[in-house]
């Protein structure tokens, strides 16, 4: 893996667990699902 990806890997994991623990879970998964649709 790129180090790179593993960057912004790790920043996703941060983000939606500061956001789940937010009870902000919609927002989590819409801004995961953006991330993830973007990186292609």
């Known amino acids: 893996m790129k180090t790179t990806t593993k960057i912004v890997l790790l920043i996703a994991v941060v ?22 649709g973007g990186r292609r």
């Open 15 to 36: 983000v939606g667990y500061v956001l789940g623990r937010l009870k902000k879970g919609r927002w989590a998964l819409a801004l995961a699902s953006y991330l993830a």
